[in-house]
């Protein structure tokens, strides 16, 4: 099981990447999904299982990931695109630049809370994941929610269908959209 990465130490990766990067002469694009978007750009949470992003140019930036992992004894995969399958065709609309974190040779962009609210109501997770951690897309959730100033069925339909307008919804999503409702009532 990975460890969970802090805020400072996805910073601190995200600075290691940008300085390999540099050294090679090239600049690199990043863009922050999930966990990690909610640590470094909301600080809406302490600590994420790695950093889910997508990447340019991607060889380069996964090399420099991999010498960040050894150097610092983390997982080899902190720093991963497996959120590919998992972007919207309209992702371009959720995304905004994190000019808080300004980096010489990498840019670093994140997903907006509308963009993440509809992708956790997508993967609609609430139960313990293989490994046993506990799911946090429910939380998440939440907070998103409260940060948009969203409570009804309605106002999530639209943020999801904004996203995912001619994807079909798991029957997890209708489930999973009833508990964060709940959840934000009894709150």
Request: aromatic share 10%; with cysteine; glycine share 6%.
């Amino acid at each position: 099981m990975m460890q969970s990465l802090s805020r400072a130490e996805i910073r601190k990766g995200l600075e290691r990447v940008n300085s390999s990067l540099a050294a090679r002469g090239t600049t690199g694009e990043i863009c922050l999904y999930d966990g990690a978007c909610l640590c470094l750009a909301f600080a809406a949470r302490s600590s994420t299982q790695d950093v889910d992003a997508v990447f340019e140019p991607a060889s380069l930036v996964r090399k420099a990931a991999f010498e960040v992992a050894s150097e610092m004894g983390w997982s080899w995969n902190w720093l991963n695109d497996e959120v590919k399958g998992f972007l919207s065709i309209h992702d371009a609309d959720g995304i905004e630049f994190l000019d808080s974190f300004e980096l010489s040779h990498l840019k670093v962009y994140v997903a907006n809370p509308e963009y993440l609210l509809a992708m956790k109501c997508l993967a609609a997770r609430m139960g313990q994941h293989e490994e046993g951690e506990v799911a946090t897309d429910l939380n998440d959730a939440i907070w998103l929610s409260r940060h948009l100033g969203i409570s009804s069925r309605e106002e999530i339909a639209r943020v999801v269908l904004k996203f995912f307008p001619d994807r079909e919804l798991p029957e997890r999503t209708g489930f999973f959209v009833e508990e964060l409702l709940e959840q934000l009532r009894e709150s």
